[in-house]
């Protein structure tokens, strides 16, 4: 017998027939000995539907009662799939994040998970009772209702697993496992039966949508096993441990062969960020810092940065990259600084996308970044930036070339499935 989390995303959860087909594949693994626990997010569309509402109600909302709004579309559907298996003759109650609880900080709309208090789930599950969690939600240390930020139920499913001991966390998805890139775009995509967790949070974090960034931390940092599964399966199909899903794992779980076999893992392509750049930046020490501390202050993640050669005026440009949500939010900002950093022009564009290969072969094969490049250039594809990791190359290119370039890096590594 395990403890199992599965987590099913807002496409698995889109209407009653889904919810049923959802309590189907719990009910199996509760019939099949195990413990179960599960994570749920909103119906598909409903947190857009909710976020909106806040918007046309207060453009600029209070981020408390924010939370209180968007929190829940989770609410509805963990106690729409609690009464579901009730339906089948199964024990199951649903655990608000107040109810766990699950103790976040105070950063409202964007709130980090600090505890998950056991006891009472564990008492529970241990009784035969199927705990349904409603994902992306917990509560502040004053005990207002606070959410994780958008993909936040992947992050609330793997801190539910480390807290209960869990011998597995599943992520059940629309798609069947993690690919080497994105098979809407690459028909010959292949399936990867292990990635490291390192792996998985390079490629969530450069574009990958299929797990949150934030949960591959966490599963890091926990040592959580994470599986990635379909939810989309026959109700006669086998349980989750025997579908061929994608297992993410520590370095230590991969055999020495497959580590030195695996020399690119994926392509990853992201077209949510954009491009700043500020021009004649004073060339002194702080001016940088002027340009990010407040970014930073604002939880505004900045990824590629380039600071050109300074000029002989002892002036320089500086370039960098935002997520295109914060982007209006980033140039008002700088807007109000101007004064204070010294730049002189202020330049933006969102019609770029961040193109990375990842793989942990990187750490003992060279060229890799030299044959992204070469292979770029001979289609005409101009590189905007650059930026690396022990087991990363990402560059900044134009929108409307994202597929291509995709498509000639997949095929260049030999990533294209044979046949």
């Known amino acids: 017998m395990a403890r199992i989390v599965m987590k099913f995303g807002g496409t698995s959860m889109a209407g009653t027939e889904r919810i049923r087909r959802v309590a189907g594949i719990v009910k199996r693994q509760q019939e099949a000995g195990h413990e179960v626990a599960v994570v749920v997010s909103a119906m598909a569309g409903e947190t857009d539907r909710l976020v909106n509402f806040c918007r046309e109600a207060n453009a600029l909302y209070d981020p408390a009662e924010y939370d209180v709004v968007v929190s829940s579309g989770e609410q509805v559907t963990s106690g729409l799939l609690a009464l579901t298996l009730q339906s089948m003759g199964c024990k199951a109650r649903s655990w608000l994040g107040w109810q766990a609880p699950i103790k976040t900080d105070d950063a409202h709309a964007k709130a980090r998970i600090e505890d998950i208090d056991p006891e009472g789930v564990l008492a529970s599950m241990a009784s035969g009772e199927i705990a349904v969690f409603p994902g992306f939600q917990g509560v502040s240390p004053d005990g207002r209702v606070t959410t994780l930020g958008r993909g936040g139920s992947d992050t609330s499913a793997v801190a539910v697993a480390a807290a209960i001991g869990a011998d597995r966390c599943d992520i059940y998805t629309d798609v069947d496992g993690v690919y080497t890139t994105d098979p809407r775009i690459v028909a010959k995509a292949q399936k990867l039966p292990l990635v490291t967790y ?119 440009d500086v370039t960098f990259t935002a997520p295109m949500a914060d982007l209006a939010r980033t140039l008002a900002m700088l807007e109000e600084r101007k004064e204070q950093i010294g730049f002189y022009r202020l330049i933006s564009n969102d019609s770029v996308a961040k193109i990375s290969v990842v793989g942990v072969g990187m750490r003992s094969h060279a060229g890799v970044a030299a044959t992204m490049f070469k292979t770029l250039a001979d289609r005409g594809i101009n590189i905007q930036a650059i930026t690396t990791s022990e087991i990363k190359v990402s560059v900044l290119i134009d929108a409307d070339e994202t597929e291509l370039a995709v498509r000639v890096l997949h095929s260049a590594y030999g990533l294209d499935a044979k046949g």
């Open 198 to 316: 390192e792996e998985m949070l390079e490629l969530a974090s450069v574009g990958s949508k299929v797990l949150q960034t934030r949960s591959v931390s966490l599963a890091m940092k926990e040592n959580v096993r994470v599986q990635v599964l379909s939810s989309f399966i026959d109700e006669n199909a086998p349980s989750a441990d025997d579908l061929p899903g994608t297992m993410i794992v520590s370095d230590e779980e991969l055999e020495e062969s497959d580590m030195e076999r695996q020399l690119i893992t994926g392509i990853a392509a992201d077209k949510n960020e954009a491009k700043v750049t500020l021009t004649r930046v004073p060339d002194r020490p702080g001016a940088v810092a002027s340009i990010f501390t407040p970014l930073a202050e604002a939880n505004i993640n900045v990824d590629m940065i380039i600071q050109n050669v300074a000029k002989e005026k002892g002036e320089t």
